[in-house]
Structure formats: structure tokens, C-alpha cells
T-cell receptor, first 115, second 111 residues
Framework: DAGVTQSPTHLIKTRGQQVTLRCSPK?????VSWYQQALGQGPQFIFQ???????QRGNFPDRFSGHQFPNYSSELNVNALLLGDSALYLC??????????????FGSGTRLTVV | GQSLEQPSEVTAVEGAIVQINCTYQ??????LSWYQQHDGGAPTFLSY????GLEETGRFSSFLSRSDSYGYLLLQELQMKDSASYFC????????????FGTGTQLKVEL
């Protein structure tokens, strides 16, 4: 049973560029959340998708946007990249009816470096 | 705002017991989760406390006291593989199912 799959694993972009990160949730999960983790810090919530709609959003600018597809997979898009966007981007999936009791399954993340 | 504070680093020897504390300040709190993260890896779910008291899962136990705005993770029979970062994460009322992570504790297990 595959867990959460994220791609790519590493990415280097230039300031001002745009990036798209992808996530396939654990089989059977219907909710996808995205987190940003700076080095040495805890993950920060970006947004959550359920039934193809953004259900909640953290304190991130509109440069961060996302999408969920009918197969529950998701994309995170970041426009006009800044140096401060360099971080590990984590995708977490869960079952709407099961979280938080059964926890969230995280992917290994995409390491984004903005130069 | 919401904040969950943890000690930045804890060191213990193999076979020992260690407690990692988490204190929170938030207006509205639903429950507390714990996650383990090895360097460069995915956070892994360890436990969830919705009610006050102790939850036990093998070598790991987690405790919550809402009246004290405090929780802890207890790791017994420490093994070298337990060296990792540990995060408490709060679920807030009115906040849906999003996790608000603590500052994180780096656990080092020594021989």
C-alpha cells in the first residue's frame, strides 16, 4: 500500500519564477494538506483541499495556490518565487472521517531551493 | 494567536526513559498529536490525545492536561533509532483538521 508520494524530490528555481509541486495521497484518503517547513522549524500549514475545493488556508500570500483533482491528487503552485520560499514542502493526506484520531500521512516532501 | 512550545533539545542514553514536554497557548483547543521526523524525512504520526489522560502505544505514551495547557510524550526503552525530531501538533476548535505544529524537540540518544 503506497503512502503519500510527492514529486519532484528536489528542485532549484530562480527568484521570480513559478513552481508546481505534486502530491498523490495515500490510497483511500480523500483530504490533502500542504505544509511548508523551514530548516530547523516545525511545519507551517499552507492550505487543505477536500472535494476539490480549498477548505482552509493558513497565513500564506496569494502567490501560493493549489488544486485537487477528482482522483484526490493535488498540486501546489507558487508564483513569483522569493528567496524566503526556500523550504521543504510537505504534503499530508487523511481521511475526512478519520482525522485527527488516525493521524495524517505525510510524504517525504519536495526540497525547494530558490536562488 | 496560537503557539506550542517545546524544549529545543533533549539528550538521553540508550535504554532510558525520556519525556518531551509541550505547553500551548491558544484560544480553543480540540486535541494534541505527536509526530516523529528523522532528518530529511516525512513526519510520522505517533499518537493523538482528544481527552485528558494517558494514551499508550507500545514504547510511546502521550499525556494531555487541558486544565494545565500541557502535554508530553514519553519514550521508554530508548533505542538509537529514536534519535529524531519530535513535534507536538494541536488541533484547534473552529480550525477544521489543520495541524498547528510546535517548535520541535531534537532527541539525541547516546550509547
Amino acid at each position: 500500500d503506497a503512502g503519500v508520494t510527492q514529486s519532484p524530490t528536489h528542485l532549484i528555481k530562480t527568484r521570480g519564477q513559478q513552481v508546481t509541486l505534486r502530491c498523490s495521497p495515500k490510497s483511500g484518503h480523500d483530504t490533502v494538506s500542504w505544509y511548508q517547513q523551514a530548516l530547523g522549524q516545525g511545519p507551517q500549514f499552507i492550505f487543505q483541499y477536500y472535494e476539490e475545493e480549498e477548505r482552509q488556508r493558513g497565513n500564506f500570500p496569494d502567490r501560493f495556490s493549489g488544486h485537487q483533482f477528482p482522483n484526490y491528487s493535488s498540486e501546489l503552485n507558487v508564483n513569483a518565487l522569493l528567496l524566503g520560499d526556500s523550504a521543504l514542502y510537505l504534503c499530508a493526506s487523511s481521511l475526512e472521517k478519520g482525522a485527527p484520531n488516525y493521524g495524517y500521512t505525510f510524504g517525504s516532501g519536495t526540497r525547494l531551493t530558490v536562488v | 494567536g496560537q503557539s506550542l512550545e517545546q524544549p529545543s533539545e533533549v539528550t538521553a542514553v540508550e535504554g532510558a526513559i525520556v519525556q518531551i514536554n509541550c505547553t500551548y497557548q491558544t484560544s480553543g483547543f480540540y486535541g494534541l498529536s505527536w509526530y516523529q521526523q528523522h532528518d530529511g524525512g516525512a513526519p510520522t504520526f505517533l499518537s493523538y490525545n482528544a481527552l485528558d489522560g494517558l494514551e499508550e502505544t507500545g514504547r510511546f505514551s502521550s499525556f494531555l492536561s487541558r486544565s494545565d495547557s500541557y502535554g508530553y510524550l514519553l519514550l521508554q526503552e530508548l533505542q538509537m533509532k529514536d534519535s529524531a525530531s519530535y513535534f507536538c501538533a494541536g488541533i484547534l476548535t473552529g480550525g477544521g483538521n489543520k495541524l498547528t505544529f510546535g517548535t520541535g524537540t531534537q532527541l539525541k540518544v547516546e550509547l
